[in-house]
């Protein structure tokens, strides 16, 4: 099982035939420099409309009929620009054959990159071929993050640290003890002048307090390999 970073807070989930890519942000996003059409995603993940989180969804989704995974609003959206939608909501579970993926709170907003509102936000839950990963899109720290800790108990935890739109180090080392992962890779950081901030000042933080919870600083368009999440 594969799961790269490109940066910002796009990421691919892959095995065998599945790769689910979340929050495709790719044109324009300085940290990917790949090819957009290497990127042929089986499901598309988006935790809210903006467009460092929507990115190319759209356009990847309109190519080969790959199903979008977001909340109804947002989901209703990229449907009316011709995506293939799976309309779903915050406490929501769609299953699949790799497992699951469930659609939980955030504390942020979500309008489409042409000023419409498009609903909530969310992150994600994802059971992956049996590895859990929380993906927290972009979000302040809220106490239901206990309740996702306990009830999904993610091996990977996916944070925001940059702070100004989302949570800043403090709050994200606070929130992995509401989370309890076994991993955890920060993201949505130095994309952009104000989210400037220092991954490892994190890692330091957590480590130091949880001991046995390890920060993975994943440098963009690499990936971690791995079977089942240990420590
Ligand atoms: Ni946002
Ligand atoms: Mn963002």
């Known amino acids: 099982m594969k799961l790269t970073y490109f940066g910002h807070s796009c990421f691919m989930l892959e095995k065998g035939t599945d790769k689910i890519l979340i929050d495709p942000f790719l044109s324009g996003n300085p940290f990917f420099t790949g090819s957009l059409s290497d990127i042929q995603p089986t499901l598309i993940l988006v935790t809210h409309g903006h467009g460092d989180h929507l990115g190319d969804a759209i356009s990847i989704s309109n190519k080969n009929s790959i199903p979008i995974i977001a909340t109804f609003e947002l989901a209703n959206y990229c449907e009316s620009k011709g995506a293939t939608t799976i309309g779903a909501h915050i406490g929501g579970k769609v299953l699949f054959d790799f497992g699951w993926v469930k659609l939980v709170n955030a504390v942020h907003s979500s309008s489409s990159p042409d000023g419409l509102f498009t609903g909530v936000p969310c ?8 590895n859990k990963i929380y993906h927290a899109g972009d979000t302040a720290i809220f106490s239901d993050m206990l309740i996702i800790g306990d009830l999904y108990t993610p091996d990977i935890a996916l944070l925001p640290i940059g702070g100004h739109y989302t949570m800043d180090i403090e709050e994200a ?12 890779i920060p993201m949505h950081y130095n994309t952009f002048p104000p989210i400037k901030n220092d991954p490892e000042l994190f890692k330091k ?8 919870i390890t920060v993975e600083i994943l440098k963009p368009m690499k990936c971690l390999e791995f079977e089942k999440i240990t420590k």
């Open 205 to 212: 933080e957590v480590e130091q307090k949880y001991p046995g």
């Open 173 to 184: 080392v606070k929130a992995v003890e509401f989370l309890k992962p076994k991993k955890v």
């Open 123 to 130: 992150g994600f839950v994802v059971n992956f071929h049996g």
